[in-house]
């Protein structure tokens, strides 16, 4: 994160995070009364397969007996989503697992409670020989998000693997995964990494009509899960983003179990439904096409494994993030409240 960056969230905090529970839906503080219905309750999440199920629960009326209505509504960049957490715009929230940790460890009030994306990651190629890292040493990477997870993983497994992201790559920093995959296609750059379903949106769009006339072919070359397993041994699953809950709601451990159960259940759904999943999707997030979506999920390494449970592996790579940069984390590992209670979240499918 930038240090400019960080000044902005560390004064945010202290100008919002006082008011930020008093503008969740679930009232003021954990003394108000506890059992009041709100009128709304907002899942938010970004355009990526983390939020599929999130969509899902919003339409099924998975959670209709905690509020009056439940909207999913969407976030484009780290920058809102940091704000939309400090101002209390969101009840469950999507985000990266180390974005959470830095607000928790700057005084926001959330609890997070399940990862679920453990693999969406691809550098996606015009070169039909680039397979792993090393081959693209001298080349240019269009990369979104600069200090926040792609970029993240990209530099620890390539400075595992002995290549330099400063020097021995260019690195092409863009706002968001649909930005890097315009400059793919439009053939701007030769290489860039993309997170699902940015990553078969690309291949569909340059295999289709009239944008396949002006678009290379591309190629899925480099799973950065396997490059991760190569580079740090285990398996090929990357802690990388799961869902929060903010404010007051954190002292609801009953709304945060039905949270945690209904997650679990709609990923459950939209991992057998692709198709219905996908549509359901692209409504919500215009700029996502349907098809790729339903790709997305047939490509990507989906599991809600409650917080709890997945803490071995999120502490891992947290420490790792210590090392290189502090301020990724807020500075500490997150302590035990920062992982919402086995019992608020359920037994879970899956482990870390």
């Known amino acids: 994160m930038h240090a400019c960056r960080r000044r902005l969230l560390a004064s945010s905090i202290a100008v919002l995070g006082a008011a930020a529970v008093g503008r969740s839906a679930f009232g003021t503080d954990a003394a108000s009364d506890a059992r009041v219905r709100p009128a709304t309750l907002t899942l938010a999440g ?26 999913f509504t969407g976030w484009r960049d780290p920058d809102q989503l940091r704000l939309m957490a400090l101002d209390g715009k969101a009840d469950v929230l999507a985000m990266p697992v180390n974005v959470a940790a830095n607000l928790y460890n700057r005084g926001a009030k959330l609890q997070l409670v399940n990862v679920s994306t453990w693999g969406i990651l691809w550098i996606v190629s015009r070169d039909p020989d680039v397979h792993v890292l090393k081959d693209l040493v001298g080349q240019e990477i269009a990369m979104p998000f600069r200090g ?29 995964p649909m930005d890097a995959m315009q400059l793919l296609i439009t053939r701007r750059v030769d290489h860039a990494l993309l997170a699902e379903p940015a990553v078969s949106m690309a291949l569909r769009k340059s295999g289709s009509f009239p944008t396949s006339v002006v678009a290379p072919e591309l190629h899925r070359a480099v799973d ?74 047939t490509h990507g390494h989906m599991d809600a494994v409650p917080a709890q449970r997945a803490r071995p592996a999120l502490e891992s790579l947290f420490r790792m993030l210590l090392e290189k940069s502090p301020g990724l984390v807020g500075g500490k590992l997150p302590p035990d409240d920062f992982y919402a209670s086995p019992a608020a979240t359920g037994t879970g499918r899956g482990s870390g």
């Not at 997870?149 to 992201?165: K, N, Q, T």
């Open 46 to 71: 970004p355009p990526a397969s983390v939020s599929n199920p999130l969509v899902h629960m919003a339409e099924s009326g998975a959670l209709a007996d905690l509020a009056d209505e439940v909207r």
């Open 148 to 176: 926040d997870m792609p970029d993240i993983v990209f530099g620890l497994v390539a400075e595992r693997a002995g290549i330099d992201p400063r020097k021995d790559v260019q690195l092409r920093y863009v706002a968001s």
């Open 224 to 297: 950065l899960q396997q490059e991760w397993a190569r580079a740090f041994g285990g398996d090929a699953r990357i802690p990388q983003a799961g869902i929060a809950v903010l404010g007051a709601l954190r002292d609801r451990p009953d709304d945060v179990a039905r949270i945690a159960a209904a997650y679990a259940r709609s990923l459950d759904w939209c991992q057998a439904n692709a198709t219905a999943c996908s549509e359901s999707v692209a409504k919500r997030i215009p700029m996502l096409q349907a098809e790729a979506v339903a790709d997305a999920i």
